[in-house]
């Protein structure tokens, strides 16, 4: 069974930093592309980085580029994602998503994890 | 970046109707088009890919199509436990993996 689970949201203030971390199992996670998706309260789903199978290539929403750093360490099976220089509008469910392969959608998600920036 | 756009916002129907939800691309994407529910409380769930194909599990009461930049969510016959919010995601070579804003479907 395909299992998502991400752990390291919490209540920052603005401008601080926080790590999450997507724990995965059940496939072989060095053959998978990964994504962060992001919902704010009430709001629509949003991409917010995605990283290649190897961790060679990366990808961001023009919305946190150059603030936050996605990484993957396949010999822990998991994917991270580093939120420096948090915003207001950062605040948001983050989920990590597993892409199904080369053109193909996600066809899991994590459950999410709650990133509330506030002073 | 290819835009996703989404119409209606929101939809109110009865159970029984036929319902059809659209999404535009901004520029062609061949059929590299997802449609996702999300249940209030619960995480987005994939239903269709390739615009047109059902994901394994989903009932057969919902349908896709389109091609290019246009495509359309069709649920044949609303039941109670259809209430969602749909996403359309367009899923082509490299990111960005654009969402549509989302369409709310009530029942009446």
């Known amino acids: 069974e395909v299992l998502l689970v991400e752990s390291g949201g919490g209540l920052v203030q603005p401008g601080g930093s926080l790590r999450l971390s997507c724990a995965a199992s059940?496939?072989?996670?060095?053959?998978?592309?990964m994504s962060w998706v992001r919902q704010a309260p009430g709001k629509g789903l949003e991409w917010v980085s995605a990283?290649?199978?190897?961790?060679?290539?990366?990808y961001y929403a023009d919305s946190v580029k150059g603030r936050f750093t996605i990484s993957r360490d396949s010999s822990k099976n998991t994917m991270y994602l580093q939120m420096n220089s948090l915003r207001a509008e950062d605040t948001a469910v983050y989920f990590c998503?597993?892409?199904?392969?080369?053109?193909?959608?996600?066809?899991?998600w994590g459950q999410g994890t709650l990133v509330t920036v506030s002073s | 970046d290819i835009q996703m756009t989404q119409s209606p916002s929101s939809l109110s129907a009865s159970v029984g109707d036929r319902v059809t939800v659209t999404c535009r691309a901004s520029?062609?994407?061949?059929?590299?088009l997802a449609w996702y529910q999300q249940k209030p409380g619960q995480v987005p769930k994939l239903l269709i890919y390739?615009?047109?194909t059902l994901q394994s599990g989903v009932p057969s009461r919902f349908s896709g199509s389109g091609s290019g930049t246009d495509f359309t969510l069709t649920i044949s016959s609303l039941r109670p436990e259809d209430v969602a919010t749909y996403y359309c995601q367009k899923y082509n070579s490299a990111p960005p993996y654009t969402f549509g804003q989302g369409t709310k479907l009530e029942i009446k």
């Open positions: 390739a615009a047109s």
């Open positions: 520029q062609g994407i061949s059929n590299y």
């Open positions: 059940g496939f072989t996670f060095s053959s998978y592309a």
């Open positions: 990283i290649s199978e190897s961790g060679d290539s990366t």
């Open positions: 998503a597993k892409k199904d392969g080369y053109n193909k959608p996600f066809d899991y």
